[in-house]
């Protein structure tokens, strides 16, 4: 299976939807696009030709020739990485990035109609008073559902965020030498890097340095001073595991927000930050230490409300009625003021329901500016359907070869249903209700299961996210899927590649003399149900 896209034509055409392929990606076109998983052998590896990098180049970027750069608008954000005023960065982008979309007074179609008198649209269809009861019971029983529908959503929430809530800090040292799952730990954050190198910079930043310059040797970059950063925002943060990753974004970042409902784990991530200023930043990889950052934090449910409300959100720039109805001003100059929208090992929470998956597709296209990106990582549905239907077969096989039952259950004796669910000494998915034969989710919404990983997660109910169901909603979103691959295969692609190759040896992904992965087979089959995918805003 190949997602990824790798065109070289300097004119990409838009694609129709019969071309891409199954994961719903634009399929390559044009005379360099790479074949199907080739893999480097041994004396290739480290190729410090431009070619690995041409391909991680041509990656990203390629949909988004169909969402090019909007005509100068008053609304622009283009050209900001240096403020001319002495503002604080706070300051900086209230001052710069405010939406006036969202601010707008309705146009004078919108308001509502004034009526000639008041009190005469209800004088007109008076109704008899059992149509009265009846309106009035349909009133409370509506009003009861969505009271229960509240109380259950919130309690899984809080399910949620008091499990991470409680999850403790244990220290990198700790990660990296006692814990049991150090080698999946790192194979996850190499993971997580990997996206952020490919996809994090922007068209213009990734075209300057195309084949011909190397953003990570100073040297030979042109004027650092002159490089438009990042404005990136982070839905589920977590801890601020990734603070110090983007901190070695190949296009600097300048504004960092971390989200995430659980408040013990955002505090812990503005420690986080704290320690990285306090030590100055660090150095960038090869690169001299770079002046760290801005950041700001907020405890945020991310995907069952609106990030509207939210200070530094409103600041840099939203559209909050992003998606379908939403105004087409908002969407033709894009609306939010973010350069990326990331989401790691979180979108699955958002799938409880329909309403919370649109809360956070509407999130994040409301909060990305056009050609912005939003990047992340989440269970494979793929996996999962592979695993349910195999399940349902094996059972009905075993049904079949049992002799023909002659008793019933005795009195009071209750035949326990079996389950599907499947892992090992390390993680496990087990679901408590039934699942589909034939392993495909319809609705798309609220499959849930319980999630075990030794160390880190402790039985917390997730939700499938049925890959197709969600790209096919993203396009009400104009989010456009440029990359979408399993965990595994993005190794077998990016291992050899002259930066994310020499990364992984730093981050103890892999054995610098055998140059295998440093992972149990159990760990390898853990990070397997996961696969990491990019959308553009166009
Ligand atoms: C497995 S952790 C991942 C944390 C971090 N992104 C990382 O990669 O290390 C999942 C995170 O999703 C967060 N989360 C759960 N429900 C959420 C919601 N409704 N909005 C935003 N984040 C949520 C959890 O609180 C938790 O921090």
Same mark, same amino acid.
């Given at each position: 299976?190949?997602?990824?896209?790798?065109?070289?034509?300097?004119?990409?055409?838009?694609?129709?939807?019969?071309?891409?392929?199954?994961?719903?990606?634009?399929?390559?076109?044009?005379?360099?696009?790479?074949?199907?998983?080739?893999?480097?052998?041994?004396?290739?590896?480290?190729?410090?030709?431009?070619? +690995?990098?041409?391909?991680?180049?041509?990656?990203?970027?390629?949909?988004?020739?169909?969402?090019?750069?909007?005509?100068?608008?008053?609304?622009?954000?283009?050209?900001?990485?240096?403020?001319?005023? +002495?503002?604080?960065?706070?300051?900086?982008?209230?001052?710069?990035?405010?939406?006036?979309?969202?601010?707008?007074?309705?146009?004078?179609?919108?308001?509502?109609?004034?009526?000639?008198?008041?009190?005469?649209?209800?004088?007109?269809?008076?109704?008899?008073?059992?149509?009265?009861?009846?309106?009035?019971?349909?009133?409370?029983?509506?009003?009861?559902?969505?009271?229960?529908?509240?109380?259950?959503?919130?309690?899984?929430?809080?399910?949620?965020?008091?499990?991470?809530?409680?999850?403790?800090?244990?220290?990198?040292?700790?990660?990296?030498?006692?814990?049991?799952?150090?080698?999946?730990?790192?194979? +996850?954050?190499?993971?997580?890097?990997?996206?952020?190198?490919?996809?994090?910079?922007?068209?213009?930043?990734?075209?300057?340095?195309?084949?011909?310059?190397? !953003?990570?040797?100073?040297?030979?970059?042109?004027?650092?001073?002159?490089?438009?950063?990042?404005?990136?925002?982070?839905?589920?943060?977590?801890?601020?595991?990734?603070?110090?990753? !983007?901190?070695?974004?190949?296009?600097?970042?300048?504004?960092?927000?971390?989200?995430?409902?659980?408040?013990?784990?955002?505090?812990?991530?503005?420690?986080?930050?704290?320690?990285?200023?306090?030590?100055?930043?660090?150095?960038?990889?090869?690169?001299?230490?770079?002046?760290?950052?801005?950041?700001?934090?907020?405890?945020?449910?991310? @995907?069952?409300?609106?990030?509207?409300?939210?200070?530094?959100?409103?600041?840099?720039?939203?559209?909050?009625?992003?998606?379908?109805?939403?105004?087409?001003?908002?969407?033709?100059?894009?609306?939010?003021?973010?350069?990326?929208?990331?989401?790691?090992?979180?979108?699955?929470?958002? @799938?409880?329901?329909?309403?919370?998956?649109?809360?956070?597709?509407?999130?994040?296209?409301?909060?990305?500016?056009?050609?912005?990106?939003?990047?992340?990582?989440?269970?494979?549905?793929?996996?999962?359907?592979?695993?349910?239907?195999?399940?349902?077969?094996?059972?009905?096989?075993?049904?079949?070869?049992?002799?023909?039952?002659?008793?019933?259950?005795?009195?009071?004796?209750?035949?326990?249903?079996?389950?599907?669910? !499947?892992?090992?000494?390390?993680?496990?998915?087990?679901?408590?209700?039934?699942?589909?034969?034939?392993?495909?989710?319809?609705?798309?919404?609220?499959?849930?299961?319980?999630? @075990?990983?030794?160390?880190?997660?402790?039985?917390?109910?997730?939700?499938?996210?049925?890959?197709?169901?969600?790209?096919?909603?993203?396009?009400?979103?104009?989010?456009?899927?440029?990359?979408?691959?399993?965990?595994?295969?993005?190794?077998?692609?990016?291992?050899?590649?002259?930066?994310?190759?020499?990364?992984?040896?730093?981050?103890?992904?892999?054995?610098?003399?055998?140059?295998?992965?440093?992972?149990?087979?159990?760990?390898?089959?853990?990070?397997?149900?996961?696969?990491?995918?990019?959308?553009?805003?166009?």
């Amino acid at each position: 299976m190949d997602s990824s896209p790798g065109s070289g034509a300097p004119k990409a055409r838009t694609p129709n939807p019969a071309e891409r392929d199954r994961n719903g990606a634009v399929p390559p076109s044009g005379p360099t696009a790479q074949p199907n998983g080739s893999t480097p052998g041994a004396d290739q590896q480290y190729q410090s030709g431009p070619a +690995n990098k041409r391909k991680r180049m041509q990656e990203r970027h390629q949909a988004r020739r169909r969402g090019r750069t909007p005509p100068p608008s008053i609304y622009s954000r283009r050209n900001r990485s240096r403020s001319p005023s +002495n503002a604080t960065p706070r300051d900086d982008y209230s001052r710069r990035s405010r939406s006036p979309l969202q601010r707008r007074s309705p146009e004078p179609e919108e308001q509502p109609k004034q009526r000639k008198r008041p009190g005469g649209g209800a004088r007109a269809g008076l109704l008899n008073p059992e149509q009265l009861r009846r309106r009035q019971e349909e009133r409370e029983r509506a009003m009861e559902e969505d009271a229960m529908r509240t109380s259950r959503d919130r309690g899984v929430s809080d399910v949620v965020r008091q499990h991470y809530n409680a999850v403790p800090e244990r220290g990198r040292e700790w990660r990296k030498t006692e814990s049991k799952i150090k080698g999946l730990r790192s194979f +996850n954050n190499w993971i997580k890097s990997t996206l952020i190198q490919k996809f994090s910079p922007d068209e213009e930043f990734a075209a300057r340095f195309n084949d011909t310059k190397d !953003w990570a040797d100073d040297s030979t970059r042109p004027n650092p001073v002159e490089d438009k950063q990042l404005l990136v925002l982070d839905l589920g943060c977590g801890k601020g595991g990734d603070l110090g990753k !983007w901190q070695l974004a190949p296009q600097k970042v300048e504004l960092y927000v971390g989200l995430d409902p659980a408040n013990i784990s955002i505090e812990q991530a503005r420690d986080r930050y704290g320690q990285m200023r306090s030590r100055g930043g660090g150095g960038r990889g090869r690169r001299p230490p770079t002046a760290l950052f801005h950041a700001e934090f907020a405890t945020k449910d991310c @995907f069952g409300e609106s990030l509207a409300d939210v200070n530094i959100i409103q600041r840099v720039g939203i559209d909050p009625n992003a998606g379908p109805g939403g105004s087409l001003m908002a969407s033709r100059w894009g609306g939010g003021g973010f350069d990326v929208v990331t989401s790691m090992f979180a979108i699955h929470y958002a @799938f409880e329901s329909e309403e919370k998956a649109r809360q956070m597709l509407s999130n994040v296209a409301g909060c990305l500016k056009k050609g912005g990106r939003f990047i992340g990582v989440c269970p494979n549905s793929d996996v999962i359907t592979g695993k349910v239907s195999t399940f349902h077969k094996n059972r009905k096989e075993q049904e079949a070869a049992k002799p023909a039952e002659t008793e019933g259950p005795e009195d009071g004796e209750v035949e326990e249903e079996e389950r599907c669910g !499947w892992g090992n000494d390390i993680y496990s998915v087990r679901f408590p209700g039934d699942t589909p034969e034939n392993g495909v989710f319809r609705p798309p919404f609220g499959w849930k299961y319980t999630y @075990f990983m030794s160390e880190a997660v402790e039985g917390v109910p997730e939700y499938v996210v049925p890959w197709e169901a969600f790209r096919a909603l993203t396009e009400d979103y104009n989010l456009e899927l440029q990359y979408r691959k399993p965990f595994l295969e993005i190794w077998e692609d990016e291992k050899n590649d002259r930066e994310l190759g020499p990364l992984s040896e730093r981050m103890g992904v892999r054995d610098r003399s055998t140059g295998e992965l440093l992972m149990t087979e159990e760990e390898k089959d853990a990070v397997s149900f996961y696969h990491a995918f990019c959308f553009y805003k166009v």
